[in-house]
């Protein structure tokens, strides 16, 4: 090991003691702590400017030696070496072991519905897992994965790996947004470590201190204007399901699945606005579980609803999650020239956009449903200057 031979080498560190349930000191001073009674122990320090994380094991003893050894280690070596040296297990896994993605897998789909997380971002989420542990072992089923082999080492491998041998900026853009997509979805897998409380979770540890790569934000941009002009020009000819879809996203801001569970009652029309109330129901939870509302025209209301083909629920074809009417409001749009991603959803940020210029951000917030005004202001809110295209909602 290469010793540390920079000046001030002696304090690269500065210990952090306000964490845990259970805390020791050794009599070098070098403070540890145990988040749960009878789990293992965990070094926490800073190195290099961020937290870092180093399980210790069960028996508080051998704990207290070995902090003070990475602490010694941290005063004289670089950051790198000690962090692959002691960031990982130093104790039996037989006596309290990590979880494999199995059990992950078992626990979450038996607390998704108390935990409010819906099938969607579940599968998401352990996806986005199955996909790590693919990298770290190079092996299709990873069903057996030990998460407590996840050290800051492995995460920044798989981050590497990733972007070796790309050449181009925007690619490399692109996959830098997509691992910070990897990580934030990893982050919020393992936000409730109390619901694995029979295993050792000292590895989330590890992937809550992990950074973003910064300035990777992509704003919204408005479309160009003649393609806003064809979907106003197209809404009218439709009919049904691709009707509603079309005029609810472009109109209101609603997203795909709310459109799918919207129901006339939902409906408020006694103002001067019409007024959509986006409410939970036994087999819909609006997203982060959090109801809402949206307005719009009264007059766009009454024809949705006037030419809506269901009774109830507005969308009549509900096989598959919808998929027939969605499928035909896709082939629709990408035929007049969207070819974004998610045409659908593009509507929706038009409808923010729009309400953002003409009421205000925290009206268009408000609207579309945002925890964050962030969210709205760089994904969903782009100026529109131009009173041509500020009028198509009101012709």
Same mark, same amino acid.
């Given at each position: 090991m290469k010793k540390n031979t920079t000046r001030g080498a002696m304090k690269p560190h500065t210990s952090s003691h306000k964490v845990g349930t259970l805390t020791a000191v050794?009599?070098?001073g070098t403070r540890i702590?145990?988040?749960?009674? !009878? !789990?293992?122990?965990?070094?926490?320090?800073k190195m290099g400017g961020k937290v870092r994380y180093f399980p210790l094991g069960l028996d508080k003893k051998e704990a207290l030696e070995l902090a003070d050894t990475i602490r010694g280690h941290a005063m004289l070596y670089p950051i790198q070496e000690v962090l692959d040296m002691f960031? &990982? &297990?130093q104790f039996a896994k037989s006596k309290v072991p990590s979880p494999t993605i199995a059990d992950v897998v078992q626990i979450l789909e038996d607390s998704r519905i108390s935990s409010g997380m819906s099938k969607t971002t579940l599968k998401s989420?352990?996806?986005?897992?199955? &996909?790590f542990a693919r990298f770290v072992t190079g092996k299709k089923e990873v069903s057996d994965f030990d998460l407590g082999s996840i050290t800051d080492a492995t995460i920044r491998k798989f981050k590497t790996d990733s972007l070796k041998d790309i050449k181009d900026e925007g690619l490399i853009q692109s996959r830098k947004r997509t691992l910070n997509s990897n990580i934030r979805q990893l982050k919020a897998l393992f936000s409730r470590p109390s619901l694995f409380d029979t295993f050792d979770m000292d590895f989330v540890e590890v992937i809550r201190s992990q950074e973003f790569f910064k300035g990777m934000k992509k704003l919204y941009?408005?479309?160009?204007?003649?393609?806003?002009?064809?979907?106003?020009?197209?809404?009218?000819t439709t009919e049904g399901d691709v009707?509603?879809?079309i005029g609810i996203a472009l109109h209101f801001g609603l997203r795909r699945t709310e459109i799918l569970h919207l129901r006339r009652s939902w409906f408020d029309l006694s103002g001067d606005k019409a007024r959509i109330n986006v409410v939970a129901e036994l087999d819909f939870k609006p997203k982060g579980g959090h109801e809402g509302l949206t307005m719009g025209s009264k007059s766009v209301a009454k024809a949705i609803l006037n030419k809506a083909s269901g009774d109830d629920y507005l969308i009549k074809d509900r096989a598959d999650k919808g998929r027939p009417a969605f499928d035909a409001t896709l082939k629709v749009l990408r035929d007049i020239g969207w070819e974004r991603s998610s045409p659908l959803h593009e509507l929706r940020k038009l409808f923010g956009s729009y309400i953002a210029s003409t009421e205000s951000l925290y009206i268009s917030q408000k609207f579309l449903r945002h925890a964050d005004a962030s969210t709205t202001n760089d994904s969903y809110a782009d100026a529109i200057v131009d009173d041509k295209v500020k009028n198509l909602w009101v012709a």
């Open positions: 050794s009599s070098k702590y145990q988040r749960n009674a !009878g !789990g293992t122990w965990t070094y926490k320090t960031q &990982k &297990k989420y352990l996806d986005n897992l199955r &996909k941009r408005l479309p160009p204007r003649d393609l806003i002009q064809k979907t106003f020009d197209l809404w009218p009707h509603t879809l």
